[in-house]
């Protein structure tokens, strides 16, 4: 059973850090691509970064630079360091597992969700 647990959300003022993580069971890691997704309020899912299993990334352009987003195959974790952060980054944050390298995933591989306000 794919079980995909997000933590480290929370409270940050604009301009701080956090760094989300995402464990990971149930399926075997290295063959998955990992993402990340998030969704504001009142607006729809959208696309953050993706991780393959050999470190090609992709991200969205509205994150890059700020964002990156990382994978321990061995902890079957993957992570998403977010600096810079502004109030428009502010949603509920999705750890994702899709067997293909794509920013639209139809995967039904999702995690619960972790809030990240950004607020001062």
């Known amino acids: 059973q794919v079980q995909l647990v997000e933590s480290g959300g929370g409270l940050v003022q604009p301009g701080g850090s956090l760094r989300l993580s995402c464990a990971a069971s149930?399926?075997?890691?290295?063959?998955?691509?990992m993402g990340w997704y998030r969704q504001a309020p009142g607006k729809q899912r959208e696309f953050v970064a993706i991780?393959?299993?050999?470190?090609?990334?992709k991200y969205a352009d509205s994150v890059k630079g700020r964002f990156t987003i990382s994978r321990d195959n061995a902890k079957n974790t993957v992570y998403l360091q977010m600096n810079s952060l502004n109030v428009e980054d502010t949603a509920v944050y999705y750890c994702n597992a899709d067997r293909l390298f794509t920013v639209a995933s139809r995967s039904d591989a999702w995690g619960q969700g972790t809030l990240v306000t950004v607020s001062s």
């Open positions: 149930g399926f075997i890691f290295n063959f998955y691509v």
């Open positions: 991780i393959s299993s050999n470190g090609r990334t």
